[in-house]
């Protein structure tokens, strides 16, 4: 089915965040917002959920925590114990106090690294990929909000386009997706 | 929306609009280089070369073509090391630390900052690489299964925590900086005219398109990431004072170290963002965004740290002769009396004596002082690192082994092209990537733009009116009429109104005298209960406006004391 996708433009960005306001109010659904910087408190308007990236960087770290300690037991304890001075290493637990440091750094490696990848993937970004934002300006200081037609049913085309002209828009677009 | 105390001074100056901001960042990168870029560009890349000549030198000789000895085993190229690892880290401090105290002024230093750090630390890791001697064996510091049997590398070593927390270190800051710097490429991609530089930015910028779930998932990750590289930062210089504190050396093995280090890491690393920003903000035209307030605070950073550091170095030397330890005593008697005595001289004072003199207001905004001390500073501490390492090793426990450290052609050669090198990564970075965090700066235009602050912005940073408010200058005296006037109302909307036949004797609080007792009446505030209501940025605005007593509120606690006066009243 052919979708028409209306790309309404805004020069500010708390205009657009009262236009969103305004049209969400009357059950109208933004598919998305393209802004050059963060809009604080667009999200909850529109919809868009707090990401649970955090959690990924928390199991990514304990995944560096746990490979770091099964790495050195190995390595200090089971493989080849080391006689440093006559100091015990028998046990990971006596020599637990040195293994900190490297405990610690391969975590925040593993934490940082792996949840920028998820990051990345996620978002879809990754090198050679096409930017996909309606107008060259929204890097800029132009704040674009998408409207899709197959997710509101309930209105025509004109009445959308009559809502957002409501909210203080500078410019109108509209497009065919197939 | 956020909004800031009137009385911050904003963060950008002028009449920005978002438009402008992405002008001005991006001018310097889409015109042509100026002939002084490519005069210093190729100044830093002919030392760098000469430098990397002396690697070569080096690795096809062998490291005795420095001037290293038998007693004095580590000496430039350890202190070099530091050095660079320590000018590292206040990149980390500014993007990641004060990302989490919210503080808005890094966001005009941290890119380039962030970018001093990773050029920073990558010249420092070439030292121990070149310290090896074999360079090409050096994947031997990981580990790895081997043809040797399973002899593993050593992990009760500071040594090897140093290669784990310099790599990490490394990587996790360059991820860091990339993050922020997708969306910031992606402008530039947009405004790109030539084919080949649209092609370029567009591989750098991923495809961002800047979505609304891509901001929520952005700002998680700058968050993370802070809070990731704020123990990183801290736990680095640590490790690198491991090198020394966990060794038998008078004068290194003292548990004073880490947190020693680390202060003087991002005092010396402070220092370097002030030398390469003061020359930065000039020849880009940035002042605007990087101006007198972000130098001061900068200043008051290095002020900070460099008297803990100051503190450090007395606690030292009390702790060496309090200890009772012969050797330890020695040893720091030595530094300072000893044949050395010139270098320890210099530490001191650069290092305790110029970083008080930042006390002075007028000292710490001005540039050109601050561009002297931060030199200054850079060579002190170069200093400390050197008098730390060679006078602790040339007088050793055998008097027949001391000696002394004489640098040879390639130890100076090789420091001098790290920073032939580290200038030739900072010039093209200028030159081809983004100075400024763009969709940073974006989101504090309108809390704390200069414009915003003054109100005389219209509501629309896009529109015209903007632009003749630039014409029309209103007469000053104007503008603090108005000022004062909302601010009164909105003070006034926060303790409530009183008129003036319900007042009480606000001389009653320490601290305020008939003179600032009519001031406060004039401005309407008369009862012990709109005083009681005050909070810091009541403070702050009701400072402002009565002009005197600068902060004398808070330290009486008015407020507190209005509470009581306001009971006594009550109970009689």
Not at chain 2, 85 to 111: C, D, E, P, Y
Not at chain 2, 296 to 317: D, F, K, P, Q, R
Request: proline share 4%; aromatic share 14%.
């Amino acid at each position: 089915m052919a979708d028409k996708v209306i790309y309404a433009m805004y020069d500010d960005d708390d205009v657009l965040k009262d236009g969103a306001k305004k049209l969400v109010s009357k059950g109208v659904k933004v598919a998305d917002v393209f802004s050059p910087f963060p809009i604080h408190g667009i999200d909850p308007i529109i919809g868009v959920e707090q990401t649970r990236l955090g959690i990924f960087a928390f199991i990514y770290g304990l995944i560096g925590l746990t490979l770091a300690t099964v790495g050195m037991r190995y390595f200090m304890i089971v493989d080849w114990p080391m006689n440093i001075g006559g100091k015990p290493s028998f046990s990971y637990m006596d020599n637990m106090l040195s293994f900190i440091p490297i405990s610690f750094e391969f975590t925040v490696l593993c934490a940082a690294h792996g949840m920028a990848i998820t990051y990345l993937i996620a978002n879809r970004t990754l090198p050679g990929m096409k930017a996909k934002n309606p107008d060259p300006r929204t890097t800029d200081d132009r704040f674009v909000m998408e409207l899709r037609t197959s997710d509101n049913h309930q209105f025509s085309v004109t009445e959308l386009e009559d809502m957002l002209k409501g909210t203080g828009i500078v410019e109108l677009e509209q497009k065919d997706i197939v | 929306m956020h909004k800031e105390a009137a009385i911050r001074e904003p963060l950008i100056l002028g009449h920005k609009t978002y438009h402008d901001i992405t002008e001005d960042v991006c001018k310097p990168i889409e015109d042509k280089a100026p002939k002084t870029w490519y005069i210093l560009f190729g100044i830093a890349l002919i030392i760098g070369l000469y430098g990397v000549g002396c690697i070569l030198y080096l690795l096809g000789t062998g490291v005795g073509v420095w001037g290293l000895n038998k007693t004095i085993g580590w000496a430039w190229d350890i202190t070099n090391f530091v050095w660079w690892v320590g000018i590292g880290h206040a990149g980390t401090l500014i993007s990641a630390v004060l990302l989490l105290f919210r503080q808005k002024w890094r966001m005009a230093i941290n890119r380039s900052a962030e970018a001093m750090t990773i050029f920073a630390v990558f010249m420092a890791g070439l030292f121990p690489l070149i310290h090896m001697g074999r360079l090409w064996l050096g994947y031997w510091v990981l580990p790895l299964p081997n043809h040797f049997g399973s002899l593993w590398v050593n992990f009760n070593s500071p040594l090897l925590w140093d290669v784990f927390a310099i790599s990490t270190y490394l990587s996790v800051s360059f991820v860091f900086w990339y993050i922020g710097l997708i969306p910031d490429f992606a402008t530039i991609r947009d405004r790109a005219k030539k084919p080949l530089s649209k092609k370029m930015y567009s591989i750098l910028s991923f495809g961002w398109s800047g979505r609304a779930k891509h901001w929520n998932r952005f700002e998680l990750i700058s968050l993370v990431l802070a809070g990731l590289a704020t123990p990183l930062v801290f736990s680095v210089h640590s490790i690198v004072s491991f090198d020394f504190a966990t060794s038998v050396i008078p004068g290194w093995h003292t548990t004073i170290f880490p947190p020693y280090f680390v202060a003087g890491a991002v005092f010396s690393g402070f220092a370097m963002v002030q030398t390469l920003l003061l020359i930065m903000r000039k020849a880009m035209h940035l002042e605007a965004y990087i101006h007198t307030k972000h130098v001061e605070y900068m200043n008051i950073v290095i002020m900070v740290t460099g008297s803990i550091v100051g503190t450090a170095y007395i606690t030292e030397l009390f702790i060496s002769w309090y200890s009772g330890v012969e050797y330890e005593a020695y040893a720091f008697i030595n530094r300072a009396t000893g044949p050395y005595w010139w270098a320890y001289a210099a530490m001191m004072t650069c290092n305790v004596v110029s970083p008080q003199l930042m006390w002075f207001k007028k000292l710490r905004r001005s540039l050109l002082f601050t561009f002297f001390i931060s030199i200054v500073v850079n060579i002190g501490m170069w200093f400390e690192r050197y008098v730390i390492i060679v006078t602790s090793l040339h007088r050793d426990y055998l008097p027949s082994s001391w000696s002394m450290h004489y640098p040879s052609h390639i130890d100076i050669g090789v420091y001098m092209g790290t920073i032939g090198l580290f200038f030739v990564f900072f010039l093209l970075f200028a030159r081809f990537f983004p100075v400024l965090a763009l969709n940073e700066l974006k989101t504090i235009l309108k809390s704390s733009g200069e414009s915003y602050k003054n109100g005389d912005a219209g509501h629309h940073p896009t529109s015209a009116p903007v632009v003749e408010a630039k014409k029309e200058e209103t007469p000053a005296v104007e503008t603090t009429t108005t000022e004062t006037a909302s601010n009164t109302n909105d003070l006034l909307s926060i303790v409530g109104t009183v008129s003036s036949d319900k007042a009480d004797d606000l001389k009653a609080i320490t601290g305020v005298g008939p003179v600032l007792e009519t001031a406060l009446n004039e401005i309407g505030i008369y009862s012990y209960e709109q005083i009681s209501k005050m909070t810091k940025r009541e403070y702050d605005i009701m400072d402002e406006m009565t002009g005197k007593s600068a902060g004398k509120a808070e330290k009486d606690d008015w407020a507190g004391q209005a509470k009581e006066l306001m009971n006594k009243s009550n109970n009689q």
